[in-house]
């Protein structure tokens, strides 16, 4: 049965808001330089008032993902919490702009909670300190699946981060029964090793029972199927998915499926930031399933759009992804 939706992602609805500052204002805001902190609403009201003006871009892990799906032209859709408020609006115009539709309805203008945001200061020396506050983003409810949306769906793409409350894990389960249902495939990312940490049997029952495709990284399938290495590790996890994709970093990334297991090699690139690596290797990944490519060459397909996110700062590709493959051949 013919599908609207090539691809429906669902995560934290987060806006990424990146400034530029100096290290005394670190020091006076009591920012810990380099890394990510949870802030509260107060907190991120602070934060968000002194920081220089900046660029606003619709972030979150799955939402980069099908944010890359929808320059591509490959028809998506998001499913996320986002507030009526102005930083609500921002996420909700911006990734509508790339071609992804975004219909989760809005939380109310009243309520207590706010849009989901990054707050990422880049200091002189290039180190980004982030300040994450989560609002609205986590408070997904099966309340807020559209069982025609999943019912119109060919490929459900699950953000791990998402996992820590109830509600979002209930609603993870309803989407992926209602597309499994109608049809459609599912998979989920690991998102995280502490992710992994927190909730592995409820990951586990959710892989086994109901995910198709698992896409991590070494770190997160060492965590979550431990063997002895990386590759017992890999071969632990696929006696519970069709296909397991596992990123390796410089060496590329591990594809196994059908009892066989694929090693995509990736282009030397000299790495400016990591970040949103893997939602694009996600992205380019599920653009070839979309396009009828086989494995390997969607692998390859990841691996290129991974490589041109770290070769800059931000998660959202500067050069023309579609170029880019047709340029490798892909």
């Known amino acids: 049965m013919t599908k609207t939706y090539e691809v429906v992602g669902s995560g934290n609805a987060i806006v990424d ?19 990510m902190q949870l802030i509260d609403t107060a907190r991120a009201a602070e ?22 799906l ?30 992804v539709d975004f219909d989760t309805p809005m939380v109310g203008a009243d309520h207590a909670d706010e849009t989901g945001r990054s707050m990422i200061l880049v200091s002189p020396d290039g180190e980004r300190s982030m300040n994450t506050y989560l609002g609205v983003a986590n408070q997904l409810s099966p309340d807020d699946v559209d069982p025609a949306l999943m019912a119109d769906t060919k490929w459900l793409y699950l953000e791990g981060y ?48 109901h995910i198709d495709m698992l896409f991590c990284n070494e770190h997160e399938v060492m965590a979550m199927y431990a063997g002895d290495d990386l590759q017992a590790s890999i071969a632990n996890g696929a006696q519970y998915v069709d296909t397991l994709v596992c990123t390796a970093g410089a060496d590329g990334a591990y594809i196994a ?15 400016v ?27 390859r397909m990841g691996c290129v759009a991974a490589g041109e996110i770290i070769s800059h700062m931000g998660a959202r590709p500067e050069a023309d992804l579609k170029e880019l493959f047709a340029s490798k051949g892909l």
């Open 17 to 35: 808001v990146l400034a530029k500052c100096d290290d005394q204002f670190l020091t006076d805001m009591g920012i810990e330089k380099g890394i």
């Open 257 to 271: 499926n059908g009892g066989n297991v694929i090693h995509v090699p990736t282009e030397a690139v000299t790495m």
């Open 273 to 299: 930031d990591a970040t949103g690596a893997g939602d694009l290797f996600a992205a380019g990944f599920l653009a070839g399933m979309a396009q009828g490519k086989d494995l390997a060459t969607c692998g």
């Open 47 to 68: 934060i968000y008032g002194a920081m220089a003006a900046g660029t606003e871009i619709s972030g979150g892990s799955a939402a980069n993902t099908i944010s890359g």
């Open 162 to 209: 998402l996992f820590d409350r109830p509600e979002s894990q209930a609603a993870f389960i309803r989407m992926v029964e209602l597309c499994n249902a109608a049809g459609g495939q599912s998979s989920i990312s690991l998102s995280d090793p502490f992710c992994v940490d927190r909730h592995r049997d409820a990951f586990h029952d959710l892989i086994s029972n």
């Open 70 to 99: 929808g320059t591509l032209g490959i028809k998506s859709a998001f499913v996320g919490k986002v507030k009526d408020d102005q930083l609500g609006r921002v996420f909700a115009h911006d990734i509508r702009a790339q071609g």
